[in-house]
């Protein structure tokens, strides 16, 4: 079956500008978890949304946002881009929530924001 | 916070050699332990979970609860474990991760 399919693969946006980025999950699966990958920071959580309810909230500024649709896929949307965005940003999906549901990762989205 | 820690950001072996890829987490609760893996140009998956106490491409990882780590380990390093592999925890709610800084594993023939 298809995986975690992220578009678009890469993204080239000025300061100040917005952007919003997408995420189809695995058919079945209802969770989709968000994370941002820095050289500097590493792999750090966004948010995690199940059933279209955002469930788990990184230490992130609210120019960070997401949403899940009813077919549970998933957008996130970074309002007034900084130069620190620049990013791969990663999303995740499984199928239920909590446990040791495993988490199937999309090739991610590589934000350069100049 | 929760936390997790890799203190090697690059572990370098020989092929054939056994190899010890180091994870500390921070004690709250009963923590679900996972190592992912990353090759080159390929996307991030799920190598092992603690709860599973399973063996996959010859690496095993135990939990040790009183000095908080979950060590990944090969005793036989092949030239297609080079990869980057990191180890994340998740909270009891939810699926969020929180993964360490990660370790470059290279092993030379």
């Known amino acids: 079956k298809a995986g975690v399919t992220q578009t678009p693969r890469y993204l080239i946006k000025t300061r100040g500008q917005q952007v919003t980025l997408s995420c189809s999950p695995i058919?079945?699966?209802?969770?989709v978890s968000w994370y941002q990958q820095t050289p500097g920071q590493g792999l750090q959580f966004l948010f995690e949304?199940?059933?279209?309810?955002?469930?788990n909230k990184g230490n992130f500024p609210g120019r960070f946002s997401g949403r899940q649709f009813s077919n549970s896929r998933s957008e996130m949307n970074v309002s007034t881009l900084e130069l620190g965005d620049s990013a791969l940003y990663l999303c995740a999906s499984s199928v239920g929530t909590g446990g040791s549901a495993e988490a199937f990762f999309g090739q991610g989205t590589r934000l350069t924001v100049v | 916070a929760q936390r997790v820690t890799q203190p090697e950001k690059l572990l370098s072996v020989f092929k054939g050699a056994p190899v010890e890829l180091k994870c500390n987490y921070s004690?709250?609760?009963?923590?679900?332990l996972f190592w992912y893996v990353q090759y080159s140009r390929q996307r991030l998956q799920l190598l092992l979970r603690h709860i599973s106490r399973e063996s996959i491409k010859g690496f095993t990882a135990d939990l040790n609860k009183g000095e908080t780590s979950f060590h990944l380990k090969k005793p036989f390093a092949q030239e297609e474990d080079s990869a980057m592999y990191y180890c994340?925890?998740?909270?009891?709610?939810?699926?969020?991760?929180?993964f360490g800084g990660g370790t470059r594993l290279m092993v030379k023939p």
């Open positions: 004690y709250s609760g009963s923590p679900e």
């Open positions: 949304y199940f059933s279209e309810t955002q469930r």
């Open positions: 994340a925890r998740k909270n009891n709610a939810g699926n969020m991760l929180t």
């Open positions: 058919s079945g699966h209802r969770s």
